[in-house]
């Protein structure tokens, strides 16, 4: 099949997505809406993939260039004529794609599409509605998120929850060693600094808890525009130089970190099946996660990790504190989290299932 993948981006996930498509088999063709602001990913597109230069691509989508940019999207189709077309988030790319009148179209939320950018305003409500009643089919990696598309309008027969998953020969456990053997205790969190994440909260909690411990550090991988505030929480609260920064990592270099750690912590306001966490847990390393519904899908209490109050610091540091006097049972946190990336978040399976809906897609399409 012709494959137009349409995105916002460039990303880690963009690039797992394009090189399952190509590798299934499917010539894809790759249009970006805005482009990167911020470099998050190393590695060149994947091979025997077509990027295609329209008038987006440059600049953050704008309401006022919906219609514009819908317009040069329908030059692009008739040009490509793609048997299906993967879009996603909704409101701007899955948007752009109904609205240009080709179908099939399937529409893949991000998680804070449905978590967050819904509730922006009536333009981003409008979109939701408008763009999950037309689509072909739906895809998203958490059940909360799949439960909201139906509520929007979406045919619940024509869904699949699908979680992005990792590769679990990349992330895994570190052979030979027992984290109960280190010294000294280390958080860890690879979220992007923006408000949704939540890093503040952790910023807040980590003062409370390591002016008080000597033995506690945080690295912190990524960067974003709370960077001065994150610092700035550091620097009152005395601790900054328990605090390392590694900035933007590779994904070939990212077991190292998670290996580093003995908690990995995510006080992510918004999300759907947090890739991240998937990691972690693929790495065999405990997890303390916001109790937004979607972590709630993948950590449980006291078997696999803990979870706190969403934007209660004091209650993460309680948490972190709790880890802490555990020490004992990290290995067997860790090890559980292994067992259910191993059930549920194995990429490689998960990709040919998205391969699946393809080819169901296509044969509902050619009736």
Same mark, same amino acid.
């Given at each position: ?23 299934? #088999? ?36 704008r309401w ?100 992005? #998953? ?17 010294? &000294? ?37 990524? #960067? ?42 995510s006080p992510?306001?918004?999300?759907g099946s ?30 696999? &990790? ?62």
């Open positions: 099949m012709r494959i137009l993948y349409f995105s916002l981006g460039y990303s880690t996930h963009d690039y797992r997505f394009l090189k399952a498509i190509s590798d299934g #088999g499917h010539e894809v063709f790759f249009v970006q809406l805005e482009g990167n602001q911020r470099q998050v990913e190393s590695r060149l597109v994947p091979e025997n993939v077509n990027q295609v230069i329209w008038q987006g691509g440059r600049e953050p989508f006022s260039t919906l219609f514009s940019l819908t317009r040069d999207f329908k030059r692009l189709v008739k040009e490509i004529q793609p048997d299906l077309i993967h879009a996603g988030p909704i409101q701007t790319c899955a948007c752009i794609a109904i609205l240009s009148g080709f179908r099939p179209v399937l529409t893949m939320s991000w998680g804070f599409d449905l978590m967050d950018d819904v509730h922006k305003g009536w333009p981003w409500a409008w979109a939701t509605k408008y763009t999950l009643s037309r689509s072909s089919f739906f895809i998203s990696d958490a059940n909360v998120t799949r439960d909201k598309a139906v509520v929007y309008g979406m045919d619940p027969k024509r869904t699949m929850v699908f979680p992005w #998953g990792v590769d679990l020969e990349h992330f895994r456990t570190k052979h030979g060693e027992d984290r109960r053997q280190k010294e &000294g205790f280390t958080l860890f969190c690879n979220r992007s600094w923006e408000e949704r994440y939540g890093v503040d909260v952790l910023a807040r909690a980590f003062v409370q808890v390591a002016q008080n411990r000597d033995d506690l550090r945080l690295i912190l991988l990524n #960067g974003g525009s709370q960077s001065a505030k994150l610092r700035q929480i550091f620097q009152r609260g005395g601790v900054e130089e328990y605090v390392a920064y590694g900035g933007q990592i590779s994904q070939n270099d990212l077991p190292y970190w998670y290996h580093q750690a003995d908690l990995y912590i992510s306001h918004v999300d947090s890739v991240s966490l998937l990691e972690a847990l693929a790495c065999g390393l405990p997890c303390l996660v916001s109790d937004i519904p979607a972590n709630k899908e993948w950590v449980i209490e006291n078997v696999n &990790g803990w979870l706190f109050k969403d934007g209660d610091a004091e209650q993460l540091a309680e948490k972190i504190l709790t880890a802490l006097n555990q020490r004992e049972r990290l290995f067997e946190l860790g090890q559980a989290g292994r067992r259910s990336a191993e059930k549920r978040a194995d990429w490689k399976k998960n990709a040919e299932a998205l391969m699946n809906v393809y080819r169901e897609i296509h044969l509902a399409s050619a009736k």
